[in-house]
């Protein structure tokens, strides 16, 4: 889990193009229509059980890093990349919920704790939901229907990059395999469950 | 929402659930020790799906099944040259004494990215069989030597590939295909996300990553110079064109 400190002012310099090229890739609305528009039918029941599997995944973590974000705890690094992320997996959350339509599982509310007041536990905790979505993901994307499936891929691959930033962050390996794990959904949900943010 | 909807069942897999996908624990032991994978934690806990199937289909009755469609090989034979492309990268610049000259934690990255590909290279190499193409001669053009030029190649071309597996994964007609190019493509896209952080670069640009078809990432590959082409060459077997 690397040395858990947090350097959190050392890569700021290097990163002020990130608030830019964030900003400027952040006009997902857009983005999210045309992909829920290029899928013409509607999921398959299976298809549904899958998205509100993920869907479970991105709220809790959109909601995770919107808190973080606004804290007021964080700074430098770990500020932009929560800033980011808020702004991704709200963007997935919304993808999501168009693409499910009514079948959408209600949302949830979440107490996180000191996990988004320490800096070293919001990061700890960052990275831990990013392996575990990553890890669900993978073992998901094979048995959607084609038409979710390019999207997902899509989405499948921001986590990814994601897990890596935090895991290089916390000078942990980035891409520890050649090629990634698939995780069960019982055991990526044992890893939310037992951070115990979710209250109902 | 209409029962009809619910009841409908295009596409694969549909018969199975989200339960039944639990139950694949029996082929966690098959992956045991095939990536040298020793990493504990929490992705220790399963090992199902993408990586087990790579494991399966590295050996040559499951790859028979798997890789028949013709649309399938063509897809995995431009992923290997592209995968030649970016070993041959990784090791000409470690010979050419680069890598030597970087500091720490970059060399680490450099050796690390080297190894995947060159696992990458076998993996695929033994999934295609007899079908698998050579390895084309690549020039470099001077970017293994300078590690400015190195390091901007190599985000460029974790990108590149990144954008080429998210287009081409849903285009794979096998789900077993399907389920080993997603465990391959997290890692393509952690490479970029390493190598852009390294390089200063925000590390994840967007919501959705691009996913880029197999002409487009061609031509991005010409351009470079580095060689004309990745397409591989056809057989009066094999069709020039790629599908989806």
């Not at chain 1, 964080?74 to 999501?96: C, D, I, K």
């Not at chain 1, 499936?149 to 980035?174: G, K, N, T, Y």
């Not at chain 2, 967007?206 to 487009?216: I, N, Q």
Request: hydrophobic share 45%; with cysteine.
């Amino acid at each position: 889990m690397g040395d858990g400190s947090v350097h959190a002012t050392s890569r700021l310099g290097l990163f002020k193009t990130a608030a830019l090229l964030g900003g400027s890739a952040l006009a997902t609305g857009g983005v999210v229509t045309a992909l829920a528009g290029r899928a013409d039918q509607a999921p398959t029941a299976l298809d549904a059980r899958i998205l509100n599997y993920v869907l479970r995944l991105e709220q809790l973590k959109a909601a995770f890093y919107e808190e973080a974000a606004n804290g007021g705890a964080l700074v430098g690094e770990l500020q932009q990349f929560a800033e980011l992320l808020a702004r991704h997996e709200q963007t997935h959350v919304s993808f999501l919920r168009q693409r499910l339509g009514p079948r959408a599982d209600d949302e949830r509310t979440y107490d996180f704790g000191d996990a988004t007041k320490d800096p070293n536990v919001f990061a700890q905790t960052a990275r831990t939901l990013e392996e575990a979505a990553v890890a669900g993901y993978i073992g998901q994307g094979a048995h959607l229907t084609r038409p979710l499936m390019v999207p997902f891929a899509q989405m499948c691959s921001v986590e990814a990059r994601h897990a890596a930033w935090i895991d290089d962050f916390l000078a942990s390996a980035p891409a520890p395999r050649a090629a990634d794990e698939a995780m069960a959904p019982a055991d990526v949900l044992a890893v939310i469950e037992e951070t115990g943010f979710e209250r109902g | 929402m209409s029962a009809d909807i619910e009841r409908e069942t295009s596409g694969p897999a549909t018969d199975l659930t989200l339960e039944q996908l639990d139950g694949d624990g029996a082929l966690q032991e098959s992956i045991a020790g095939f990536y040298g994978d020793t990493r504990a934690g929490l992705l220790r806990k399963a090992v199902i799906g993408g990586t087990t199937m790579l494991a399966t289909l590295a050996s040559p009755p499951a790859l028979a099944a798997e890789i028949s469609k013709r649309n399938d090989v063509r897809i995995f034979q431009y992923a290997l040259n592209f995968e030649y492309l970016q070993s041959s990268f990784y090791t000409e610049t470690e010979r050419a004494g680069t890598v030597a000259r970087m500091e720490e934690a970059k060399a680490v990255w450099a050796r690390t990215l080297g190894a995947h590909e060159r696992a990458h290279v076998k993996i695929i190499k033994q999934v295609l069989g007899d079908a698998a193409p050579k390895k084309p001669l690549f020039d470099f053009r001077g970017n293994t030597e300078s590690e400015s030029r190195f390091t901007r190649t190599a985000v460029a071309m974790e990108d590149l590939t990144t954008a080429l597996l998210t287009g081409v994964t849903p285009a794979l007609r096998s789900q077993g295909l399907v389920a080993a190019a997603f465990s391959l493509l997290t890692v393509e896209a952690r490479h970029a996300a390493w190598a852009r952080h390294l390089a200063g670069i925000v590390p994840v640009a967007a919501a959705f990553d691009r996913a880029k078809p197999v002409s487009e990432v061609d031509r991005i590959v010409a351009s470079t110079r580095f060689t004309s082409t990745l397409v591989p060459r056809t057989t009066a077997r094999m069709e020039p064109k790629f599908v989806g």
